[in-house]
């Protein structure tokens, strides 16, 4: 009955690691979507300025 016990509270408490470490992650996922979105409008400028002095 002991070990039930002890498995609950395992499980528990790797359930409360997991979710501290989402929580953790979600700054650096925007500060990653943020980087990359900037990437994406500074090539597709730099196209769009690149055929607009070819002709």
């Not at 409360?16 to 980087?35: F, G």
Request: with cysteine; aromatic share 8%.
């Amino acid at each position: 009955m002991n070990e039930n016990r002890r498995c609950a509270s395992n499980a528990a408490s790797w359930k409360a690691s997991v979710t501290m470490k989402n929580d953790q992650k979600k700054p650096n996922n925007l500060r990653t979507a943020l980087i990359l979105a900037s990437v994406a409008v500074i090539f597709f400028a730099g196209v769009i300025l690149k055929q607009t002095l070819r002709f």
